[in-house]
């Protein structure tokens, strides 16, 4: 169970332990939102959790998580919630920001594995993997380091979202920008807006999920102090494509 | 009898749980919204949620207070101050962009429904005349099937107003269907008494769809 309300209902019980999971989405569709969300679900059960924050220092993070009610600070100082910002990360490794080489994607998977088995984090949400794989030289690198990841991951029985952002090519919508994110992750939730008359509501779809037999179907959703709330789009309300 | 003595005379005849179509002329319209929020309210003592896409929330609350309704434990949900441009900062209330995002009219209302303090909760939905303005009739139809069915289960005392010169006669016949109990209120179509009120107060066989 996610934790996330509405969200276990679409997938029939929640996300299967382990999986890999790509949230993707343009922007401002809630993704970061849903990220820390999902990691609180799991520190108030008592589970270790991990952000690690890419495109946003962890101070600016933490402060837009406060405007929520369900964000507790509490979580931090018990040591059930950690936040990394990944260029801290990559001081400490020595590592420059910018085109990497094989060997310093190993030093970075390295870290992430460090912080997993170290902390015994079970929920980890990296925002974004768009961000990282930037960086790396081309596709089959790209294809690596998720597939790595995703590896040792699932072995430690670690659940992830990789957060990631569609970009539309030739009018269609791509879940991912480099397009291997999502052959090689578990799952993926796409997050939206449909546009009535005008009106933008978001959206929400689980498009993948190993392990579960889940819905399909397109949900509208709101972000309420209290996280993520979801009903199903009406049917006579949806766009065309 | 007033209008009002009518009306709550009705209203004490119903359970104290039903999904109410509250039926009524232009003429008398707010009238018999303020008569039923007040039995809601002052008579059964229940707290609830407030849905306007007919007026800004503001409004409404000054209308009800003047009438004698405390609306220290009613919520809103406003739906129509985006499309005219006022303030968004009322107490207690939740804000959606246009009375045709339904979905979001439902989840917001969940939420405020929540934030309700007493025991026995109403959520009362102004006005379904005003949700046809801005939807197309199947999503309208769609969306009452939905949101009935919805507040039947949580075990919600539901009012869905309607204005009869200005309701879709489909929506009319989907909210008699689908509600539990109809209130009539002012001359009924066609007719053009004067003082003409009390409708039949017609009583349909519970359960709904
Ligand atoms: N406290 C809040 N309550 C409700 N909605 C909020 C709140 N704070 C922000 N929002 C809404 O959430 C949206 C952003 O959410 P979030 O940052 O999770 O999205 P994102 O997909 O990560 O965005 P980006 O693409 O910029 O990374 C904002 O555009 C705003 O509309
Ligand atoms: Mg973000």
Redesign the interface.
């Given at each position: 169970m996610t934790g996330i309300g509405g969200l276990d209902n679409i997938l029939n019980g929640g996300i299967p332990l382990g999986n890999t999971v790509l949230v993707t989405g343009t922007v401002g569709t809630g993704k970061t939102t849903i990220g820390m969300e999902f990691l609180v679900r799991g520190a108030q059960k008592g589970e270790n959790c991990a952000f690690i924050t890419v495109t946003e220092p962890s101070a600016k993070l933490i402060e837009n998580m406060r405007t929520y009610d369900f964000f507790d600070d509490e979580l931090i100082k018990a040591g059930k919630l950690h936040i990394f910002d990944l260029h801290v990360i990559y001081d400490h490794l020595g590592l420059e920001w910018g085109e990497y080489e094989i060997r310093d994607m190993d030093i970075l998977l390295g870290a992430f594995e460090d912080i997993v088995d170290e902390l015994s984090i079970t929920r980890l949400v990296i925002d974004s993997i768009t961000a990282i794989c930037y960086q790396l030289q081309n596709r089959s690198a790209i294809r690596k380091f998720i597939f790595d990841l995703g590896k040792f991951l699932s072995t430690f029985g670690c659940t992830t979202f990789l957060i990631s952002e569609t970009v539309i090519e030739a009018g269609v919508e791509k879940y991912s920008v480099f397009g291997v994110e999502e052959a090689i992750s578990d799952g993926i939730m796409l997050l939206g807006n449909i546009n009535?008359?005008g009106?933008?509501?978001?959206t929400i779809q689980v498009v993948k999920m190993r392990g579960t037999p889940h819905s399909r179907a397109k949900h509208?959703?709101?972000l309420?102090?209290?996280g993520m709330?979801?009903?199903?789009?009406?049917?006579?309300?949806s766009d065309m494509y | 009898m007033t209008i009002e003595e009518d009306i709550k005379k009705q209203l004490e005849k119903l359970p104290d749980s039903t999904i109410l179509y509250l039926n009524s002329d232009t003429k008398n319209y707010y009238r018999a919204m303020l008569a039923t929020v007040d039995f809601l309210v002052n008579k059964l003592k229940y707290g609830g949620v407030y849905i306007s896409s007919t007026r800004p929330v503001s409004d409404i609350r000054i209308q009800m207070e003047a009438s004698g309704i405390p609306t220290g434990d009613i919520h809103f949900v406003d739906s129509v101050i985006y499309l005219i441009g006022g303030e968004s900062r009322e107490e207690r209330t939740a804000y959606v962009e246009s009375p045709s995002m339904l979905e979001t009219i439902m989840l917001k209302l969940d939420w405020q429904l929540k934030q309700v303090g007493t025991p026995e909760k109403f959520v009362f939905f102004d006005s379904m005349n005003g949700l046809a303005v801005y939807n197309e009739e199947k999503l309208l139809m769609e969306f009452i099937h939905v949101f009935s069915n919805n507040m039947r289960m949580q075990d919600l005392y539901t009012v869905l107003i309607s204005v009869r010169e200005q309701t879709p006669a489909n929506v009319d016949s989907l909210l008699r269907l689908n509600c539990d109990d109809i209130i009539e209120v002012g001359a009924s179509q066609g007719k053009v008494e004067e003082e003409a009120v009390i409708g039949g107060g017609a009583k349909l066989e519970r359960g709904g769809t």
């Open positions: 009535r008359k009106d933008l509501l978001r509208v959703s709101d309420t102090p209290d709330a979801i009903v199903p789009l009406l049917k006579w309300g | -």
